[in-house]
């Protein structure tokens, strides 16, 4: 089927603003990182002041109600990063359909798109996470990576829209790799928590604006537990796959070797915290691992080594 440049166009400039418009948030959720959460700062210094001087003074309760003023307008700003983020991942979709359709295939056939399907994912993944827990503040944290695999993907990674190899046409390209994706990119999200977790509980004079430990903890686990199945059936497709493209289910090429590693890190992780009561630190350095793991499958393995999973179209 021919290629329709004009929505290949139209997907290319959704997919340059979505960036932006991550950026921009990134810079807004840097702001409510770096200026809000003082209140309790604020009414610990009223009491000293009231149990120091009986009350008070007009000049002293100017001085710590600034802080908290400031903490209301970071709220606001904090708001408005989430408002810029779902704009963001509209425009991010917007981009992925209009690829889709220009291509009349699913848009994750190569590096570029599989990045940008594993972005969006990993941000869908985020302000799921903003709907449980109060760590809106951490959005610079998260869309970091997202925003440096975007740019990546856009000026390193970026492919012209055409037709897949016929190797990749199958209905298994829809199946086997969008689970992939949705796996790898929804373990982004914990990946990011444990780092920040073991900051906090080890440097934590460095640490002073992240939440609880505990907070980190819980986000970690609960993201792996929805994510380990996803990823898990995208292992378990691509074997099926494999059977009937290159008639056996299982040949340790590099892709593969890797992508198993990971998936029994995670196990380990989830494992350990089900059964042996690991948590914490060593829980956390665990999932760092497992993210360290889906990295290294994602760049080196796609991009350096040579094998049946060679695909990567740059």
Request: a positive charge; one cysteine or more; glycine letters at 8%.
């Given at each position: 089927?021919?290629?329709?440049?004009?929505?290949?166009?139209?997907?290319?400039?959704?997919?340059?603003?979505?960036?932006?418009?991550?950026?921009?948030?990134?810079?807004?959720?840097?702001?409510?990182?770096?200026f809000?959460?003082?209140?309790?700062?604020?009414?610990?210094?009223?009491?000293?002041?009231?149990?120091?001087?009986g009350?008070?003074?007009?000049e002293?309760?100017?001085?710590?109600?600034?802080?908290?003023?400031?903490?209301?307008?970071?709220?606001?700003?904090?708001?408005?990063?989430?408002?810029?983020t779902v704009?963001?991942?509209?425009?991010?979709?917007?981009?992925?359909?209009?690829?889709?359709l220009?291509?009349?295939?699913?848009?994750?056939?190569?590096?570029?798109?599989?990045?940008?399907?594993?972005?969006?994912?990993?941000?869908?993944?985020?302000?799921?996470?903003?709907?449980?827990?109060?760590?809106?503040?951490?959005?610079?944290?998260?869309?970091?990576?997202?925003?440096?695999?975007?740019?990546?993907?856009?000026?390193?990674?970026?492919?012209?829209?055409?037709p897949?190899?016929?190797?990749?046409?199958?209905?298994?390209?829809?199946i086997?790799?969008?689970?992939?994706?949705?796996?790898?990119?929804?373990?982004?999200?914990?990946?990011?928590?444990?780092?920040?977790?073991?900051l906090?509980?080890?440097?934590?004079?460095?640490?002073?604006?992240?939440?609880?430990?505990?907070?980190?903890?819980?986000?970690?686990?609960?993201?792996?537990?929805?994510?380990?199945?996803?990823?898990?059936?995208?292992?378990?497709?691509?074997?099926?796959?494999?059977?009937?493209?290159w008639?056996?289910f299982?040949?340790?090429?590099?892709?593969?070797?890797?992508?198993?590693?990971?998936?029994?890190?995670?196990?380990?992780?989830?494992?350990?915290?089900?059964?042996?009561?690991?948590?914490?630190?060593?829980?956390?350095?665990?999932?760092?691992?497992?993210?360290?793991?889906?990295?290294?499958?994602?760049?080196?393995?796609?991009?350096?080594t040579?094998?049946?999973h060679?695909?990567?179209?740059?």
């Amino acid at each position: 089927m021919d290629i329709n440049a004009t929505l290949s166009s139209y997907s290319d400039w959704c997919y340059g603003i979505a960036v932006g418009a991550y950026v921009v948030a990134m810079l807004f959720y840097l702001y409510e990182q770096a200026f809000g959460h003082k209140e309790r700062k604020a009414v610990r210094a009223r009491e000293l002041v009231t149990a120091g001087a009986g009350g008070p003074s007009d000049e002293v309760t100017e001085a710590v109600e600034e802080p908290t003023d400031r903490r209301g307008r970071a709220e606001r700003i904090g708001k408005l990063a989430v408002s810029l983020t779902v704009f963001g991942v509209m425009l991010h979709f917007a981009a992925l359909a209009l690829r889709g359709l220009a291509t009349h295939r699913a848009p994750w056939g190569n590096m570029y798109e599989f990045g940008a399907t594993l972005s969006i994912i990993a941000v869908i993944t985020w302000l799921v996470v903003l709907r449980k827990y109060p760590v809106r503040h951490l959005g610079v944290w998260v869309l970091l990576p997202v925003t440096v695999l975007m740019f990546l993907g856009g000026v390193v990674l970026y492919t012209t829209a055409a037709p897949v190899q016929p190797a990749l046409q199958s209905y298994w390209l829809v199946i086997h790799v969008f689970a992939i994706a949705t796996g790898s990119g929804m373990v982004l999200v914990p990946g990011v928590v444990s780092v920040l977790y073991l900051l906090k509980v080890r440097k934590p004079e460095w640490a002073t604006r992240l939440p609880a430990a505990d907070v980190l903890d819980q986000v970690a686990y609960r993201t792996t537990i929805f994510a380990f199945p996803i990823y898990t059936a995208g292992v378990i497709f691509g074997a099926i796959w494999a059977e009937s493209a290159w008639g056996r289910f299982w040949g340790w090429d590099p892709k593969e070797t890797v992508a198993f590693i990971a998936w029994v890190v995670y196990a380990a992780y989830l494992h350990s915290r089900a059964t042996a009561g690991w948590r914490g630190g060593r829980a956390a350095v665990i999932n760092v691992v497992g993210f360290v793991a889906m990295i290294f499958n994602l760049f080196f393995i796609n991009l350096v080594t040579t094998g049946l999973h060679s695909y990567a179209g740059v």
